[in-house]
């Protein structure tokens, strides 16, 4: 016969307990920074004692103090593109302007600083191609006289496509209309007046009013129908981040590192409003009104603690991401380095969780480009060279990948055996199976459908 009996026994174990706001400030992390705003703007909503903090506060910026003699960044090599609906290669550059300026300004400027100048400048392009107002900091940011900034700018302004750098639109038009000595400098500026008030006024009385010539004055408006008006309209930009402000960016620096930091203005800032709390506190007698204040109080502490704290982390996995991968920002030919969510997360010293949410939906904006941070991680793949297992990045194979195709002959395209071969002779040794893989995620076509495709545009070219 069974007996039960019942006892009393103590024994201790460790349970990890998070709290709400513990939950809170993770999830701060992963927030993209159109979703932590608009949760700042809830919480300023709800929580009195919080205030808007003024855009003059800004954090400190971080420096990768680490040895390079590259020259800086260089402009991305332009691959043939497919078309991924119906695996017909579509051929067509996608080079971006940030790309085409950097091919520029490695030819136009062989001083290293004045290069650095260059590229600063470059980052004060707004979408259009045209300089943002605070494109002087650059002085301060390089530690470099304005004077040689402004002879930098003065050289950059030449640069194609015709009107970039210029502070204006009227500038870009005055510049365009000189180059193509179309219209005399004494009567470029009248013309511009006139054409400005034409929002408001005919032709005829425009004319009548600045006493030009009606004729001259049409043929001006002519001239400028076939003027660049937003001097950057002409180059590829990613629809999925064009309206995307980046968190991060990274700059070349003197001595050949990169300057890390964050973007100021696109990170929401908070203040406790201590002297309200105060005020509030010594006239406050009930105790669930004294309760209601201090969690409120607790509360914005607690977010303002959360922010600062986001923003230290994403700089500082920012900055071991660009350390980690400075060869591939220093110079178009490199590739991205292997890179994994444990590998930064062991230099930062954080958990790869934290990495993993810090840059998810985070952006980085380089003299290469922008780029989302999650983007920069790629993962190895065992190859041989010379013989020896060693790893490289998937990024790098695709890469070669693309290479040899865009350079294929157009009469036999090579086949997924012929592609694996000439890899194997570079020194990856990647099976057949995985060019195929790597096909379909890069959208290339089979060697049959490029064949037909090459055929087909032979005809139409006749």
């Not at 392009?125 to 402004?150: I, P, R």
Request: net charge neutral; proline share 3%.
């Amino acid at each position: 016969m069974m007996r039960h009996e019942q006892n009393i026994s103590v024994r201790q174990t460790a349970e990890l307990f998070m709290t709400p706001r513990l939950q809170q400030a993770i999830a701060l992390l992963q927030l993209s920074t159109t979703e932590l705003k608009k949760f700042i703007d809830q919480q300023l909503l709800e929580n009195p004692l919080l205030l808007q903090e003024p855009d003059d506060s800004t954090y400190e910026q971080c420096t990768d103090e680490y040895d390079s003699n590259a020259d800086g960044a260089e402009a991305f090599d332009a691959y043939a593109s497919f078309n991924n609906g119906n695996q017909i290669p579509i051929w067509k550059s996608k080079k971006t302007l940030s790309e085409y300026l950097a091919e520029q300004i490695h030819v136009s400027f062989k001083n290293k600083t004045d290069q650095l100048i260059a590229f600063e400048l470059m980052m004060h392009l707004d979408e259009n191609g045209f300089l943002d107002s605070s494109w002087q900091d650059t002085a301060s940011v390089l530690k470099v006289s304005l004077n040689h900034v402004e002879a930098v700018l003065s050289v950059l302004q030449k640069f194609d496509p015709p009107g970039i750098f210029s502070r204006s639109l009227s500038q870009a038009l005055k510049r365009q209309l000189m180059e193509k000595n179309v219209i005399t400098k004494n009567q470029l500026d009248p013309m511009l007046k006139a054409f400005q008030e034409l929002q408001t006024s005919t032709i005829t009385d425009v004319a009548k009013r600045a006493k030009i010539n009606i004729n001259d004055f049409q043929d001006f408006l002519g001239h400028l129908r076939r003027l660049q008006f937003r001097p950057a309209q002409a180059f590829v930009q990613d629809e999925s981040i064009a309206n995307i402000v980046h968190d991060v960016s990274a700059r070349p620096h003197i001595g050949g590192a990169f300057a890390v930091s964050l973007n100021t203005q696109n990170q929401p800032r908070v203040l406790v409003n201590s002297q309200y709390y105060h005020d509030i506190k010594s006239k406050v007698d009930r105790a669930e009104d004294l309760s209601y204040l201090r969690e409120k109080f607790t509360s914005a502490n607690w977010l303002v603690q959360s922010l600062h704290k986001r923003a230290i982390t994403l700089l500082q996995v920012s900055s071991e991401i660009v350390h980690w991968q400075h060869s591939f920002f220093e110079s178009s030919s490199n590739s991205l380095k292997p890179m994994t969510l444990k590998d930064i997360a062991e230099v930062a010293g954080l958990h790869e969780s934290t990495v993993s949410r810090i840059t998810t939906h985070k952006f980085i904006q380089t003299p290469r480009g922008m780029f989302e941070l999650k983007a920069l991680f790629v993962t190895s793949i065992g190859v041989r060279r010379n013989a020896q297992l060693k790893s490289a990045s998937s990024n790098e194979i695709q890469n070669a990948l693309k290479q040899i195709i865009t350079e294929e002959p157009k009469i036999t395209p090579l086949s997924d055996e012929d592609l694996a071969g000439i890899l194997q002779s570079k020194g990856l040794n990647v099976a057949r199976r995985t060019i195929a893989k790597y096909r379909t995620i890069l959208g290339i076509a089979s060697s049959s459908d490029r064949k037909r495709h090459y055929t087909m545009k032979s005809i139409l070219q006749r």
